[in-house]
């Protein structure tokens, strides 16, 4: 039988914690790093006969989370109990939705959101070994701080198709999370953890395969890492007419190691049932208003206002407002020069990031408007390419006005045919067997050509034009 390809299927649950002033059920503040259990009351630590009482702020959130993944926002929603023992959870259950979450449907770019609901985090969990604060090796001491953090957990449907784009695809729910000022977002503290949900199926089937589970990732590249080697331990199993089994799997990013957890014999079950303290989320008018008030320009929507309003190509639009930061720095430099060409005003600020690493645009030496200045003095060939990337580098490394760094360095270029033509006529005569050539058809001595009037104008000239140049003297067309 002819081999089918396979194609992978992937779901991701995002769990974000929210920036709230205090926890979901009580009025702890949230923990930031503080001495271990100083952030606790009876409520979360799930002392007898504690009331829980949700968090207006976090409700809002949510909805606000709704509202940006285009999700359905329930006119009434319930809490409810999901049990489980485990040390990092005193009550012996988390209180989180179920049938009625806050958020169902939606979608965030070209994936669709199956809901969003509100819970509470755990507390953590540190493994102590010898000579940490307790003295056997393989002990657990637990910090309630992070106990009762609100969180909202993010379930897509099964229709990502490939590492790359569950990649790409967290990169644009981040942004938006970070635009709408609901969380940290940040992979390596927590505040944004991915468990991404993998099958394999013959490409193109309706029918989805058995999937198994990648717990808590935390960063983008890990993520990306975790899914691929995924799939392909699966696409092995499977070639060789093994079966997936249906688990939940650990990724080591250091030796690229997948492990069980638990196999779905051992799975849980939570026996939910409705939270007996807290009355039903009903949604009002004013909540609703309130946060449709509050939502600011989302990424998504950015893009689109930077390829239809600004001509911006789809590759640049996406960089620049996946990356709000950027994008603001973008807009400062139009702002700077309204007569700027935006996608030439773009690719500067991809020049100008890709000489910064991890630093941010608007916290380097280049402000935007010296920028715009450096891309009006291109645009008007006073001038070219590689005089402006000698620019940008002094920019970048000392600060500074464009046109005194032009001056002072002698960088203007070399233009107009008066002033080129006799250099590129000394350059066709100082190599007469490449003149040659060239007239008789053979275009590829040109660079040759080129090379040698840029040295003579120490790389001031315009390639373009010496080209042009060169083919008007020989008489080439
Ligand atoms: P569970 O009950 O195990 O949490 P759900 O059906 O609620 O499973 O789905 C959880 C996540 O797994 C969702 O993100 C969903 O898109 C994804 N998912 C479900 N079935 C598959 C599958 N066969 N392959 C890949 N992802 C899947
Ligand atoms: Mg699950
Ligand atoms: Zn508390």
Redesign the pocket.
């Known amino acids: 039988m002819a081999k089918a390809e396979l194609e992978p299927?992937?779901?991701?649950?995002i769990h974000v914690q929210l920036r709230t002033a205090t926890k979901m059920f009580c009025g702890c503040a949230l923990g930031f790093g503080e001495p271990p259990n100083t952030r606790t009351c009876p409520v979360c630590l799930g002392l007898p006969g504690a009331l829980p009482v949700a968090n207006a702020e976090a409700i809002h959130y949510g909805l606000l989370i709704g509202l940006a993944l285009n999700s359905t926002l329930a006119p009434v929603s319930t809490f409810h109990r999901k049990n489980y023992f485990y040390p990092d959870l005193p009550k012996g259950y988390q209180i989180s939705q179920f049938d009625l979450p806050l958020c169902s449907g939606g979608k965030l770019g070209e994936v669709n959101i199956?809901r969003v609901h509100l819970e509470e985090d755990a507390a953590k969990l540190n493994h102590v070994g010898v000579g940490g604060r307790i003295d056997q090796a393989n002990s657990s001491i637990v910090d309630f701080n992070r106990g009762g953090t609100p969180l909202a957990e993010i379930?897509?449907?099964?229709e990502l198709s490939s590492a790359e784009q569950a990649g790409q695809w967290l990169r644009l729910l981040r942004t938006t999370l970070r635009t709408l000022g609901v969380s940290d977002v940040n992979m390596e503290e927590g505040s944004l953890r991915c468990d991404a949900?993998?099958?394999l199926r013959p490409a193109g089937s309706d029918q989805?395969?058995v999937?198994t589970?990648l717990k808590n990732m935390n960063s983008f590249r890990f993520i990306e890492r975790g899914i691929r080697a995924e799939v392909e331990r699966q696409r092995a199993l499977i070639e060789a007419g093994e079966e997936v089994v249906q688990e939940t799997l650990h990724f080591d990013p250091r030796s690229e190691a997948i492990t069980s957890l638990r196999s779905k014999e051992e799975a849980h079950d939570y026996r939910y049932f409705p939270e007996p303290d807290l009355p039903p989320v009903v949604i009002s008018e004013s909540m609703l208003s309130r946060a449709a008030a509050e939502l600011p320009e989302l990424p998504a929507a950015r893009e689109q206002r930077y390829i239809e309003q600004q001509s911006l190509s789809a590759e640049s639009a996406r960089m620049l407002a996946w990356r709000a930061e950027l994008g603001d720095y973008f807009d400062a430099v139009c702002e700077a020069d309204r007569s700027l060409d935006a996608q030439a005003a773009a690719n500067w600020v991809a020049e100008l990031q890709g000489r910064l690493g991890d630093q941010e645009a608007e916290d380097s030496k280049v402000s935007a408007s010296a920028l715009a200045q450096l891309a009006a003095l291109v645009a008007s060939s006073k001038i070219n390419q590689g005089g402006a990337r000698q620019v940008l580098d002094q920019l970048v490394n000392e600060g500074g006005e464009p046109a005194a760094i032009v001056a002072d360095q002698g960088l203007e270029a070399v233009g107009g045919a008066e002033q080129l033509a006799p250099i590129v006529a000394a350059a066709l005569e100082a190599n007469p067997e490449l003149t040659e050539r060239l007239r008789s058809g053979e275009m590829k001595p040109i660079g040759v050509i080129v090379g040698e009037v840029m040295k003579q104008t120490r790389g001031r000239a315009d390639g373009e034009q010496v080209t042009a140049l060169i083919r008007e003297q020989l008489g080439l067309s």
């Open positions: 299927v992937i779901g991701l649950e199956h379930v897509t449907e099964p949900n993998i099958s989805l395969g999937k589970e």
